[in-house]
């Protein structure tokens, strides 16, 4: 039997696995694909156990599934003696194996390191090299950086203008329900008494690539119950939990998307952020899922609900693309603070007597997922109150979340969450001190520390840090008419009450690995 004759080779990376992408529309005897499992990608920071686990579980069903419908496969996974660890390298170890291949295309990656990498490849490859659309986003690259222009990048705009450009909870000229925006509704703490969902979650037995993961030495952080990993791994299993979504959690989703309990780790949220981002599912199919189950039980589920949750995925997650490809690779240097420090420890191991932080990182290490609040409002204001460089929070939320791509990642945490792009995305920083914690979770009743005092052993140490963090950027955030309570608050503070708060942050700082 003659070898095959192909004449394409075309690289899928593991965030790619988009089933209706026009490459998959027919079979073609003359087209190879490539998928690869190598160690700098699962080596740039250390990753949770579970992202590489899902990450290589979704990718190689992706593979099955395709081969299973006709189109031809190479696979190199973690440990295959012949996979040499680079995507180049297979690729050129494939062009010498079938020397009938003429060209390579891949489509465009979403993290700017593999661009410049993939552009880079295609000068030194032996055949020409192609790129395509990935065809998955609901805007190219530079659009947001084109409707903007000189102006301030103000996402409600951006988000008005993707409404109507996509006909989006619209009637007519009109926005649904008289409003563009119902953010004010969806900030509601659990009430007593609630009976929260049960997460619906799979139960996948992947012990054998976790040993495979192991044996490999790659290094992850966190935990897995190998034997039965919750996550989906095909488009299948996310539709699967989209539905579950928008039947079960889409009444009270906007109620309580920024709700924390002990606990209560997932609540109303979707989950599908792993799924959409690795492109199992399109976003707009889920816009359109959203707004046709509003539509149809209007009875049941409130504007403000499904609006809340749409304009995550039509608004942000677009926009966070938007900004990301508008700055880098500048973006990835901004540390507008000059904050220097590292993150505490306990970052790593939850063993903090802070309930709140305790709760999240416990939740982080055991599940590779927290929801946005956790993440902006305890971990990520917690690090930007004590100061931490915007590169160590950088690597901890890359390697700690199931969903966490650098597009999506980076501008979310270095620029939402940090301010450390001095205002691009954010129009004031977002910190806290306890009260908002306390007002929005009820951590604080299981906690070491008192949420109202301010200073002394039972104080909460978000509340010093978060006078500290304002005297001490005062020139810098002075002038913002956002945040101008504050400093009339701390105006008005006796300078001896003043003395004390700034003292008791500097003793948190020196003893931060033992609170």
Request: aromatic share 12%; glycine share 6%; charged share 25%.
């Amino acid at each position: 039997m003659s070898d095959p004759t192909y004449r394409k080779l075309r690289l899928v990376l593991g965030d790619q696995l988009h089933s209706g992408h026009s490459w998959f529309e027919q079979t073609d005897a003359e087209v190879l694909y490539l998928m690869m499992e190598i160690r700098p990608e699962t080596d740039y920071v250390r990753h949770h156990i579970q992202k590489v686990t899902g990450f290589f579980g979704a990718m190689r069903r992706f593979s099955k599934t395709q081969a299973e419908r006709g189109h031809t496969f190479r696979y190199f996974r973690i440990g295959d003696p012949t996979n040499l660890q680079d995507f180049q390298k297979n690729i050129e170890q494939l062009i010498e194996e079938f020397p009938s291949i003429e060209a390579v295309e891949y489509q465009e990656p979403d993290e700017y390191r593999l661009d410049v990498y993939f552009r880079e490849c295609t000068s030194t490859l032996p055949v020409p090299m192609h790129r395509v659309s990935s065809e998955h986003f609901l805007t190219d690259r530079r659009e947001l950086e084109e409707f903007f222009g000189d102006r301030s990048y103000l996402m409600e705009r951006f988000y008005r203008m993707m409404r109507q450009k996509w006909e989006v909870l619209m009637n007519g000229k009109q926005p649904e329900g008289g409003d563009w925006n119902f953010d004010a509704s969806n900030r509601k703490k659990l009430p007593k008494g609630i009976v929260l969902p049960v997460p619906y979650v799979f139960a996948h037995d992947l012990q054998a690539l976790v040993r495979e993961i192991e044996d490999a030495g790659v290094e992850t952080i966190g935990k897995v119950d190998a034997s039965q990993f919750e996550w989906p791994l095909d488009r299948t299993e996310s539709l699967e939990l989209l539905d579950v979504f928008c039947v079960e959690l889409l009444p009270h989703f906007g109620d309580f998307q920024d709700a924390m309990t002990p606990g209560g780790w997932s609540l109303y949220h979707s989950r599908i952020s792993f799924a959409l981002n690795c492109k199992m599912l399109t976003p707009l199919e889920v816009i359109q899922r959203v707004e046709s189950e509003y539509r149809t039980r209007k009875d049941e589920i409130d504007i403000s609900q499904a609006e809340g949750f749409i304009r995550q995925i039509l608004g942000w997650r677009e926009y966070v693309r938007g900004i990301y490809w508008a700055r880098m690779p500048e973006y990835a240097q901004h540390n507008f603070f000059d904050h220097q420090r590292a993150l505490p420890v306990w970052f790593w191991t939850g063993e903090t007597k802070m309930a709140c932080l305790s709760d999240a990182i416990d939740q982080s290490l055991e599940r590779a997922y927290a929801h946005h609040i956790q993440r902006l409002m305890l971990t990520g204001n917690f690090a930007l109150l004590l100061g931490t460089h915007p590169d160590a929070v950088d690597a901890w939320y890359l390697g700690m979340y199931m969903d966490a791509i650098e597009w999506v990642e980076m501008p979310n945490a270095r620029g939402m969450s940090q301010f450390a792009d001095g205002g691009v995305m954010a129009t004031k920083p977002y910190v806290s001190s306890a009260n908002y914690i306390h007002k929005m979770s009820d951590h604080c009743r299981s906690c070491r520390y008192d949420p109202k005092v301010k200073t002394g052993p039972d104080a909460c140490p978000f509340n010093a840090l978060y006078w500290d963090f304002f005297d001490r950027n005062a020139s810098v955030l002075r002038k913002n008419p956002r945040i101008g309570m504050a400093y009339r608050n701390l105006d008005r503070m006796e300078p001896t009450q003043r003395a004390s708060l700034f003292e008791h942050a500097e003793w948190i700082r020196n003893n931060i690995d033992r609170l």
